[in-house]
T-cell receptor, first 115, second 121 residues
Framework: QQQVKQSPQSLIVQKGGISIINCAYE??????FPWYQQFPGKGPALLIA?????SEKKEGRFTISFNKSAKQFSLHIMDSQPGDSATYFC??????????????FGTGTQLKVEL | GAVVSQHPSRVICKSGTSVKIECRSL??????MFWYRQFPKQSLMLMAT?????????EQGVEKDKFLINHASLTLSTLTVTSAHPEDSSFYIC?????????????????FGSGTRLTVV
């Protein structure tokens, strides 16, 4: 019930295109869904996050779409740029039920944006 | 705000020796810190959760005597890999969560350090 499934494993997008990464979860008690961006040799950095009381959140070129009934959420990167090439992880947590609840990570998506 | 510093960024040690990795929250107090291990092209695997002033909680399969965690203050947690062996070579990452939630209701912390590349030879 703690699993978060992420797809695709890798993704190649042309510059200017839309990158879409999908995640599905099983635990309906999760109440915090962040996306992280990780460059080689670095720690993950929070990109954007959403709570399940909204269906979409947009920050610049990054949008999270959230489907509570389907238990799915996705990251859309508009106008993808070569600098967006990185590994992206979705995650889920029970953020409000305790002070120190852990994040459950997806398996990661390696995104490459080609010129 | 919410910066986590991890040191060292890279370390090479001989088999059988111990290595200490530090994780510091620079501009906030963190009652809870998390330690992860990441193999190449894989996801982050939670090793343990450390709470200030108490014993760490280890995930199943993680040897507590091998990976010693100390969270002695609200800004510092350390991971010591004892009697390191080549199979312990990995990328170790810490994460800290603020003691008080940030004003942005969807940015609940979990700030990550920059990671430590451990190579045991």
């Amino acid at each position: 019930q703690q699993q978060v499934k992420q797809s695709p494993q890798s993704l190649i997008v042309q510059k200017g295109g839309i990158s879409i990464i999908n995640c599905a979860y099983e635990n309906t008690a999760f109440d915090y869904f962040p996306w992280y961006q990780q460059f080689p040799g670095k720690g993950p950095a929070l990109l954007i996050a959403i709570r399940p009381d909204v269906s979409e959140k947009k920050e610049g070129r990054f949008t999270i779409s959230f489907n509570k009934s389907a238990k799915q959420f996705s990251l859309h990167i508009m106008d993808s740029q070569p600098g967006d090439s990185a590994t992206y992880f979705c995650a889920a947590s029970l953020i409000l039920t305790g002070g120190g609840n852990k994040l459950t990570f997806g398996t990661g998506t390696q995104l490459k944006v080609e010129l | 705000g919410a910066v986590v510093s991890q040191h060292p960024s890279r370390v090479i040690c001989k088999s059988g020796t111990s290595v200490k990795i530090e994780c510091r929250s620079l501009d906030f107090q963190a009652t809870t810190m998390f330690w992860y291990r990441q193999f190449p092209k894989q996801s982050l695997m939670l090793m343990a959760t450390s709470n200030e002033g108490s014993k760490a909680t280890y995930e199943q399969g993680v040897e507590k005597d091998k990976f010693l965690i100390n969270h002695a203050s609200l800004t510092l947690s350390t991971l010591t890999v004892t009697s390191a062996h080549p199979e312990d070579s990995s990328f170790y990452i810490c994460s800290a969560r603020p003691r008080f939630l940030l004003r942005d209701r969807v940015n609940y912390g979990y700030t990550f350090g920059s990671g430590t590349r451990l190579t045991v030879v």
